[in-house]
């Protein structure tokens, strides 16, 4: 699976169903009539992908969006869910992290509290695991799958190397004028409160 086709599937996904749930039932049952290489060279794609994003503007983007703060995890999982809203806006973003507000996903999002954004929360941890679960059901091994799937992983991935850390300078979405000069659009759309003394 190359990189067209990792984003071909990821598109005919999002044509085929709505809502995470929808959308990781179909891509682990897709991904599961599919060959084990397939299945391997999916999670190498999503982890090449992810990478890209793997950025200090885009976590500020995230961070703007969430209110001022994001986690490690947090962010790992943001850059997941760019991956479900699509190539076009993904790669968009990547360049540029304030076109973030083009997209349907995050304009739902503005002026509701983040309380009840529920399902349309920008994240997607289960993303990360569907590759996994679908390897599971081609071995029939299921939860027991783990070491053989990842090191089939590791495997194709080669000598990448380690994560050396984002990319590009760390700035503070909290100093108003930087977000506004870098993110202007996402800090309009998702103004912060003031800290509290």
Not at 89 to 98: E, L, M, Q, T, Y
């Amino acid at each position: 699976m190359d990189i067209d086709s990792f984003w071909k599937l990821i598109e005919e996904c999002r044509r085929q169903t709505r809502g995470r749930d929808e959308r990781l039932a179909w891509l682990r049952d897709e991904l599961s009539r599919r060959p084990l290489t397939e299945i391997v060279q999916f999670q190498v794609r999503l982890d090449e992908v992810t990478r890209e994003a793997f950025t200090w503007d885009l976590w500020a983007a995230a961070e703007r969006i969430f209110g001022g703060w994001c986690s490690d995890d947090g962010f790992c999982y943001f850059g997941l869910w760019m991956v479900g809203i699509g190539r076009e806006a993904f790669v968009r973003a990547v360049i540029d992290p304030d076109s973030l507000a083009d997209t349907p996903e995050v304009q739902c999002l503005v002026g509701r509290p983040r309380e009840l954004w529920n399902d349309d929360w920008p994240e997607w941890e289960s993303l990360d695991y569907v590759a996994m679960e679908a390897y599971g059901l081609q071995t029939r091994a299921d939860d027991d799958c783990g070491d053989a799937f990842y090191e089939a992983v590791e495997a194709e991935q080669g000598a990448v190397g380690g994560n050396p850390g984002p990319r590009g300078e760390q700035w503070d979405v909290r100093c108003e004028d930087e977000a506004m000069r870098k993110l202007p659009r996402l800090s309009a759309m998702f103004p912060l409160r003031p800290l509290a003394r």
